[in-house]
């Protein structure tokens, strides 16, 4: 998906509204940029391709300083990307009647199988062990 000006816009106006939320006082809290990225990721994930330079557009920054920021935080946009993943797939899968198929298409996985495995990484289960567990409690 290309990246359009209305979804950097609308990741833009995410970060704007959490910035006015936590004010300056934002950019002293240790993992203050780190959260900054993860909301980037998170606005621009479901809607167009996320990688480290449409992020970094986004936030208005060239690549490398994200990159040197979040490393300056002990972390990566990978790994950040790889938390928001995470994150999102379990909601999907827990709150939505999205198909596994759809949720790793929305999350940008090159095919069902690659979020499959991601999965059992993140939560040692399977996503449809996870579906199953929702539609059980369900009808309890």
Known sequence: ???????????RRQIEANDCKFGTARE???GAFRTRAEIVVRGLLPFTRCDLAAA??????????????????????DQIL???RADLSMS???????????VAEI????ETSALSRA?????GMA???VRRRVLTDRLS
């Open 28 to 30: 002293m809290l240790p």
């Open 82 to 84: 790889d938390k928001v």
């Open 1 to 11: 998906q290309e990246l359009t000006e209305q979804t950097v816009q609308r990741a």
């Open 107 to 110: 999350l940008q996985f090159s």
């Open 119 to 123: 999965f059992r990484r993140w939560y």
């Open 92 to 102: 999907y899968l827990r709150d939505s009647e999205l198909s596994v198929a759809a």
């Open 127 to 129: 996503p449809t062990q």
């Open 56 to 77: 970094a557009r986004a936030m208005r920054l060239n690549p490398r300083t994200v990159q040197r920021r979040l490393s300056e935080e002990q972390t990566s946009f």
